[in-house]
């Protein structure tokens, strides 16, 4: 069957630390993964796209990398603040639309 | 740029009325946008995706004829929930994208739906 599944656990970091989420998947042969970011009680914020014949891509702080053999992808944080924090959101795009995982919930503590 | 606007962002109404959500992009043209439900902790769920000027186009599962979607412009779409009940009680999200083409989505703030 088809899965994408975030790390379940809430992760806690130090601010200044980098913040590393896992991003797995099965079944599914994506032209493309995004990373969003949501707020409690607010709709999600695109962050990154990152396309199949690409390794990785970099935004200021942000860096995500797609392994397509892994079928993975890492999404980094650098000097993480308590900004931050949030949920992020991995999806495949595939067929023209967003497949989500789960969402992994990032704090950050000062 | 692509901001996105929902209304209303919080309704709570009674079991068996219809409920509408308004989607719309204010600074671009959308011919594509999109409508999820989120539950709490959970993933966004796609319910359907709207072309402008055509019928929506529905994933598996989802009702039709529950959840009328109209994209009556290339800035407007709008998710009617017909005969709610509590179990529809969630969190509405739409997305749009931009006219230009890309994969990119840009969402709404949502609007949080409680069925008594």
């Known amino acids: 069957s088809q899965k994408i599944e975030q790390n379940s656990e809430a992760l806690n970091i130090q601010e200044g630390k980098t913040a590393t989420l896992t991003c797995n998947y099965t079944?599914?042969?994506?032209?493309?993964l995004q990373w969003y970011r949501q707020d409690p009680g607010r709709g999600p914020v695109f962050l990154l796209l990152i396309r199949e014949n690409e390794k990785e891509k970099r935004k200021e702080r942000l860096k995500v990398t797609f392994d397509t053999t892994l079928k993975q992808s890492l999404f980094h944080i650098t000097a993480s603040q308590p900004a931050d924090s949030a949920t992020y959101l991995c999806a495949l795009g595939a067929g023209g639309k967003l497949i989500f995982g789960q969402g992994t919930e990032l704090s950050v503590k000062p | 740029g692509a901001v996105v606007s929902q209304h209303p962002s919080r309704v709570i109404c009674k079991s068996g009325t219809s409920v509408k959500i308004e989607c719309r992009s204010l600074?671009?043209?959308?011919?594509?946008m999109f409508w999820y439900r989120q539950f709490p902790k959970q993933s966004l769920m796609l319910m359907a995706t709207s072309n402008e000027g055509s019928k929506a186009t529905y994933e598996q599962g989802v009702e039709k004829d529950k959840f009328l979607i109209n994209h009556a412009s290339l800035t407007l779409s709008t998710l009617t929930v017909t005969s709610a009940h509590p179990e529809d009680s969630s969190f509405y999200i739409c997305?749009?994208?931009?006219?230009?083409?890309?994969?990119?989505?840009?969402f709404g703030p949502g609007t949080r739906l409680t069925v008594l």
């Open positions: 997305s749009a994208q931009t006219r230009r083409g890309g994969n990119e989505q840009f």
């Open positions: 079944n599914y042969s994506p032209a493309y």
């Open positions: 600074d671009f043209q959308a011919t594509t």
